[in-house]
């Protein structure tokens, strides 16, 4: 039987990203060619039983297809938050090929996932080309109604717990920081809303180029991300550590100080994809830590620190404060 291909020039899905929709939909996409796939009638009745008994093709979920996984619980959402090239993708990228490679995160075993293609398309592209080098992904599209969400189902204390990690553009996020209403941050809105808990990118090559820029939209960001956060836990990536001695140190210092005020309770990892070593501290051991560190804070959530309010009555029931207050 033909292989199916894609008619747009220069288009190599489903090898490769679909060109028309910068992503792995090559299904919906129109150039995507239905021809040469004449199938005798028994195949495609049994294709067409197949695609109703399995409601995911493997590729990226959508906030629409999570209904896959709420029949057996509660998905966790991890929101990815960092502005463009800050290197959230490659993240993802990264924590799979190491998940793939054998790594382990110490008390969550993998179980399986709905979006294997969706990981390693992401994971492909981090592979050593035969020149040498290596490719990283695609910008994430930004588009509004544009969602990538990675799933992880993961075994701990003996129970199942689905992941999923929610990309999007950076560029979505920074338009949704100037103004949380923009009506072109539709899917930066979602997944502030939605998310059990944030990573948030820190991007140290953008500190060397841009500096005190850099700075200004880091906090703004950050600031947003406070604004709503009802709790959530947030993890702060401090992404292309490699290059982090080239940072000014009064400007990282300060964007330390502004974050530390945010989110007082924060834990910060460097990371790096560029491993100097085979156990590269950056690369294969904080990588990893930084999914244990927000996986694990969502297993145990901290309680809030909520003040009550002071109550304006003179009723004794509401006045009581315990046998402390006695003394
Ligand atoms: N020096 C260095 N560069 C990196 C590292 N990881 C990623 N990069 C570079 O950063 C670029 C952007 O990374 P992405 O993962 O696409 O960034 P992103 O945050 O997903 O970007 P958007 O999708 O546009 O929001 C990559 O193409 C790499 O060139 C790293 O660990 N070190
Ligand atoms: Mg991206």
């Given at each position: 039987?033909?292989?199916?291909?894609?008619?747009?020039?220069?288009?190599?899905?489903?090898?490769?990203?679909?060109?028309?929709?910068?992503?792995?939909?090559?299904?919906?996409?129109?150039?995507?060619?239905?021809?040469?796939?004449?199938?005798?009638?028994?195949?495609?009745?049994?294709?067409?039983?197949?695609?109703?008994?399995?409601?995911?093709?493997?590729?990226?979920?959508?906030?629409?297809?999570?209904?896959?996984?709420?029949?057996?619980?509660?998905?966790?959402?991890?929101?990815?938050?960092?502005?463009?090239?800050?290197?959230?993708?490659?993240?993802?990228?990264?924590?799979?090929?190491?998940?793939?490679?054998?790594?382990?995160?110490?008390?969550?075993?993998f179980?399986g996932s709905?979006?294997?293609?969706?990981?390693?398309?992401?994971?492909?592209?981090?592979?050593?080309?035969?020149?040498?080098?290596?490719?990283?992904?695609?910008?994430?599209?930004?588009?509004?109604?544009?969602?990538?969400?990675y799933h992880l189902a993961l075994?701990?204390?003996?129970?199942?717990?689905d992941i999923l990690f929610?990309?999007?553009?950076?560029?979505?996020?920074?338009?949704?920081?100037?103004?949380?209403?923009?009506?072109?941050?539709?899917?930066?809105?979602?997944?502030?809303?939605?998310?059990?808990?944030?990573?948030?990118?820190?991007?140290?090559?953008?500190?060397?180029?841009?500096?005190?820029?850099?700075?200004?939209?880091?906090?703004?960001?950050?600031?947003?991300?406070?604004?709503?956060?009802?709790?959530?836990?947030?993890?702060?990536?401090?992404?292309?550590?490699?290059?982090?001695?080239?940072?000014?140190?009064?400007?990282?210092?300060?964007?330390?100080?502004?974050?530390?005020?945010?989110?007082?309770?924060?834990?910060?990892?460097?990371?790096?994809?560029?491993?100097?070593?085979?156990?590269?501290?950056?690369?294969?051991?904080?990588?990893?830590?930084?999914?244990?560190?927000?996986?694990?804070?969502?297993?145990?959530?901290?309680?809030?620190?909520?003040?009550?309010?002071?109550?304006?009555?003179?009723?004794?029931?509401?006045?009581?404060?315990?046998?402390?207050?006695?003394?």
């Open positions: 039987m033909a292989k199916r291909r894609c008619t747009k020039e220069g288009c190599y899905a489903p090898g490769d990203f679909c060109l028309e929709l910068a992503g792995p939909l090559h299904e919906q996409c129109q150039f995507f060619e239905k021809a040469g796939t004449a199938e005798a009638p028994a195949e495609t009745a049994k294709k067409s039983a197949a695609s109703k008994s399995i409601p995911w093709t493997g590729e990226w979920l959508r906030p629409d297809q999570l209904d896959l996984l709420t029949h057996r619980g509660t998905p966790r959402i991890i929101g990815l938050i960092g502005s463009s090239g800050a290197g959230k993708t490659t993240y993802l990228a990264m924590l799979y090929s190491l998940l793939f490679n054998g790594t382990r995160i110490e008390n969550w075993d179980a709905y979006t294997l293609d969706g990981w390693e398309l992401q994971a492909k592209t981090l592979q050593i080309q035969e020149d040498g080098t290596v490719r990283n992904p695609d910008a994430t599209p930004s588009d509004k109604d544009f969602y990538s969400l075994r701990h204390d003996g129970f199942l717990h929610a990309d999007s553009s950076g560029e979505v996020f920074s338009k949704w920081a100037d103004n949380v209403n923009d009506l072109t941050a539709e899917n930066a809105r979602w997944i502030y809303d939605n998310a059990h808990a944030f990573l948030l990118f820190v991007d140290c090559e953008a500190i060397i180029e841009q500096r005190g820029k850099a700075r200004r939209d880091i906090v703004q960001l950050a600031e947003q991300v406070k604004r709503g956060l009802r709790g959530r836990p947030v993890v702060i990536v401090w992404s292309k550590a490699d290059l982090a001695e080239q940072m000014r140190e009064n400007i990282a210092d300060a964007i330390k100080r502004s974050l530390s005020d945010i989110f007082p309770e924060a834990v910060s990892l460097e990371i790096s994809n560029y491993s100097k070593s085979d156990s590269d501290q950056l690369c294969h051991i904080n990588n990893i830590c930084v999914a244990q560190t927000v996986f694990n804070q969502l297993a145990n959530p901290q309680p809030l620190h909520i003040a009550p309010a002071s109550i304006q009555t003179n009723d004794f029931f509401f006045l009581y404060r315990g046998s402390y207050g006695d003394k």
